[in-house]
């Protein structure tokens, strides 16, 4: 059983920047826009198995959003950590009011989600930073909500990441964030091949995350366990790129399309045996 995540000593510049040589590509930005639909890039919440992966990916927002509705509105700000392109930080300024900081390591990503914020008319509520979960800016207690999806498998050291979000926490405030995890019996090798191409230095499992987060003092710490969805996930993903193949070789390199075809069937193998786990966790930090 795998109860901690390998590789804790922390963020490195090497692991930094393996990330960025990943995402910050014409194929991965082609890829998310053709496929995902370019604005959410997480795991969706689907209603059934046939359904738009962009549909399903922004239903995740909105249903982790829920976790702290009570805490959102005009007076709040959000930080969202590891915003990608910002497709959360637009719906949750949109549907709450809120101020939103969204800190993302790609300044390339960055870029990009400013040119949407503007478009959209939403630059005056989202603030978009370039900097490390590690390190996080700020001083403490100063944000209503903490908010992630799907970026503390890219960082080596979770706990640092985890402990710099409750910091900057507001006494009352909520840590929201969903994660790719893998299953409490699951052995690290097995995993291996899907995640390697994907900067994954390794993955944590949802009793590692449930006893972190008690061990640094929030309450009321829960996991909603969601793990058919990420079945669902690949197994769409996969679909798409395998139908939609000939297609996407005029938008990406045909290389990186012969990587989709190989990498994704991997997940969908290790999702449908059960080896991942996938979910939103939810705590809160006491009032003063």
């Given amino acids: 059983m795998i109860d901690n995540p390998e590789d804790t000593t922390g963020a490195t510049p090497h ?67 590891g915003s990608g392109y910002g497709g959360s ?16 390591l790609s300044e390339e990503h960055n870029r ?34 903490v908010w992630s999806l799907e970026v503390l498998s890219h ?4 706990e640092s990441a985890l402990a710099e979000a409750v910091r900057v926490l507001k ?11 893998m299953a409490e019996a699951t052995p690290a090798e097995a995993v291996r091949p899907a995640i390697s191409r ?28 969601r793990t058919a969805d990420i079945t669902t996930h690949y197994a769409r993903l996969d679909e798409e790129v395998h ?3 000939a297609e996407l070789r005029d938008v990406i390199s045909p290389a990186y399309v012969d990587e989709l075809l190989t990498n994704l069937p991997l997940w969908t193998d290790i999702t449908r045996r059960g080896l991942l786990r996938w979910g939103i966790f939810h705590a809160r930090r006491p009032a003063a």
């Fill in 243 to 245: 139908r939609r193949a």
């Fill in 112 to 145: 990009r989600h400013r040119a949407a914020n503007a478009r959209r008319g939403l630059d005056g509520l989202i603030e978009v930073v370039t900097g490390s979960l590690n390190e996080l800016p700020y001083e403490a207690e100063r944000f209503d909500v």
């Fill in 15 to 81: 692991h930094d920047t393996a990330i960025r040589s990943y995402y910050e590509t014409g194929d991965v930005d082609a890829f998310y826009d053709a496929v995902w639909g370019g604005e959410d890039i997480h795991v969706g919440v689907y209603a059934h198995a046939h359904e738009a992966i962009a549909d399903a990916s922004h239903r995740t927002v909105e249903h982790a959003a829920n976790n702290a509705a009570d805490l959102l509105g005009p007076h709040a700000t959000v930080l969202d950590l």
């Fill in 155 to 158: 960082v080596p050291d979770k």
């Fill in 171 to 181: 006494p009352g405030g909520a840590v929201v964030f969903s994660d790719i995890m």
């Fill in 198 to 225: 994907l900067s994954m230095p390794t993955l944590a499992t949802p009793s590692f995350y449930l006893d972190l987060l008690s061990g640094l003092g929030l309450k009321d710490v829960d996991f909603e366990d």
């Fill in 89 to 104: 930080a637009r719906a949750l300024a949109e549907r709450f009011g809120c101020r939103v900081v969204a800190l993302d």
